[in-house]
């Protein structure tokens, strides 16, 4: 069965990002998918040193590289920290990519961000794109920017705005029929 994986880069106890991962794992279990969160809770890293790296790498980061690697899609959500994406992804990311798995190589990437404010996390969306770029991470072309975290998702945890799910959904429909091959 195709393996599906939805990240929260906030590790915030009610986090809007980790709302609209759960959103998106949802949709692809709707799909066939065999779809799960990924909560980096359980994937503490510390922060990364090249000195770490002798004795000191944890072992999460192998763990949860070896799933990147052989999941077929993944879902990226980031809150935007001044403009960027959060310590805690970038720091997994950079673990990742030191686990000789080829982690951004096999599945295809979506990217989304939800921001407590109106601008939606773009600049988030927009670093996130840039530096999975340069990972050669294929990413489906629907970025998926939400603003207002806080009215964004009705008690049920689904997407408030009408058209906001319409782009959700659209780009669950990418991750789950786009192959990298
Ligand atoms: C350090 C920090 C920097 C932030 N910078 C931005 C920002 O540049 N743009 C923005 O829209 N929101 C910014 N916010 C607000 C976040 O959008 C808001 O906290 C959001 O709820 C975080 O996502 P989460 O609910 O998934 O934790 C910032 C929040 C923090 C803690």
Known sequence: MA??????GSIRQGSYNAELAHYM??????KGWDAEYVDLHDYP??????D???????????????????????????????GSITPVLKN???WLTRQGQGAFS?????IGSV????????????????ILSKLSALMAPTPLGIGMGATAFDENGEIADPRVKARADKLVD???SIKRG
């Open 45 to 50: 890293m510390p922060i990364f040193n090249e």
């Open 115 to 130: 921001s407590s404010g109106a601008l939606a996390g773009v600049m988030a969306l927009s670093h996130m794109r840039d």
């Open 3 to 8: 393996k599906f994986l939805a990240v929260s």
């Open 92 to 94: 997994t990311i950079d």
């Open 52 to 82: 770490l790296e002798q004795d000191q790498k944890p072992e999460c980061a192998l763990d949860l590289a070896k799933q990147f690697a052989a999941a077929d899609a993944i879902f990226l959500a980031t809150p935007e920290y001044n």
């Open 174 to 176: 990418e991750l789950t």
């Open 25 to 30: 794992v949802r949709r692809a279990q709707e």
């Open 106 to 110: 096999h599945a295809i990437f979506g």
